[in-house]
């Protein structure tokens, strides 16, 4: 009868640790699969702000020749990025007011 309580509670024991570690592994598999998600999304944001500093940087260079030598050039790229992107969110805030 001792064997018989011992073994129920030892099966009753593996059983449980044998849940938790298969739900441990599922959320695993979950995490690591919302992780690549984001990682992917991030990575296209950076690359497309990187070709949009590219292109800044390219256009500032064909209206003013010797600009990047200026020390003020890195302050005027970031300018023109912020003021395009706030455009590019008013545009965005007025379509979304209209379709309203």
């Known amino acids: ?3 018989l309580k011992f073994l129920k ?3 009753n024991a593996l059983d449980s640790k044998a849940g938790l570690l ?3 592994e599922s959320q695993k598999a979950v995490n690591a699969d919302y992780i690549k998600s984001l990682s992917g999304t991030e990575l ?3 690359t497309d702000e990187q070709r949009l500093e590219a292109m800044v940087r ?3 260079k064909e209206e003013f020749p010797n600009i990047e030598k200026s020390p003020s050039y890195d302050l ?3 300018a023109v990025i912020h003021n ?3 455009k590019q969110l008013q545009a965005a805030d007025d379509t979304a007011a209209k379709a309203d």
Do not use: P, R
Request: glycine fraction near 0%; proline fraction near 0%; charged fraction near 25%.
């Open 1 to 3: 009868m001792f064997n």
């Open 9 to 11: 509670s030892l099966k």
């Open 22 to 24: 298969a739900f441990s």
């Open 44 to 46: 296209k944001i950076k």
């Open 58 to 60: 390219q256009q500032l």
């Open 76 to 78: 005027l790229v970031d």
């Open 84 to 86: 395009y992107k706030s």
